[in-house]
């Protein structure tokens, strides 16, 4: 049983086109997250969400938008397309002072 | 802002040796949570270890110890008897509230760890 998954775990697209990625998790946890790894392996926040707020990092363009259907997902859509974009891209959630539980990647490539 | 700092991009080991990963963060908070995270090549995050401000012990998982110490901002990791599946990269974690119930992780840039049989 996967806590925390992600489609699809790999993307391959081209510049200017509008992809989605989606996240679902089954741990009942209040706050889902996306996090962007780039080509040097630093991991940042993009966004955090529960059902109460969005909080958005503000170095974050805004052709990036979460977009949550219910309390278990999170889907990232990701307009026009840049080649910067490419990333690995996770998901993750957590409950009050929990640990972050991640999502497998999905590594987008922008070509 | 909080800041997560690790020093050391790279580090190698023996294998069944020791090794210490270090870390420094910067905040003004006094509740918070530290982790220390695991990626190996498969690029899977997986948590080693969790360490709650409040809490003066240090926490342990079997090989796994930290030395955390509050005053100081650090929070290094031991890995004893270390081990081939061990080699990944490290990242040391801060996490506290947010804003509306939310927790964000802030990352430190990573250490690759390679450990030598």
């Known amino acids: 049983d996967t806590a925390v998954s992600q489609t699809p775990k790999y993307l391959v697209t081209q510049m200017g086109n509008d992809k989605s990625i989606k996240c679902e998790q089954n741990l009942g946890h209040d706050t889902m997250y996306w996090y962007k790894q780039d080509s040097k392996k630093f991991l940042k926040i993009m966004f955090s969400?529960?059902?109460?707020?969005?909080?958005i990092n503000e170095t974050v363009p805004n052709r990036f938008s979460p977009k949550s259907p219910d309390k278990a997902h999170l889907n990232l859509h990701i307009n026009s397309l840049e080649l910067g974009d490419s990333a690995v891209y996770f998901c993750?959630?957590?409950?009050?002072?929990?640990?972050?539980?991640f999502g497998p990647g999905t590594r987008l490539t922008v070509t | 802002a909080q800041t997560v700092t690790q020093s050391q991009p790279e580090m190698s080991v023996q294998e069944a040796e020791t090794v210490t990963l270090s870390c420094t963060y910067d905040?003004?908070?006094?509740?918070?949570?530290l982790f220390w995270y695991k990626q190996p090549p498969s690029r899977q995050m997986i948590l080693v270890i969790r360490q709650e401000a409040y809490k003066q012990q240090n926490a342990t998982e079997n090989r796994f110890s930290v030395n955390f110490q509050k005053a100081a901002k650090s929070f290094s990791l031991k890995i004893s008897d270390s081990q081939l599946g061990d080699t990944a990269m490290y990242f040391c974690a801060f996490m506290m509230l947010s804003g509306a119930g939310s927790y964000q992780l802030t990352f430190g840039k990573g250490t690759k760890l390679s450990v030598i049989p």
């Open positions: 905040t003004s908070e006094s509740n918070y949570y």
């Open positions: 993750a959630s957590s409950h009050a002072g929990g640990t972050g539980d």
């Open positions: 969400y529960n059902n109460k707020e969005l909080i």
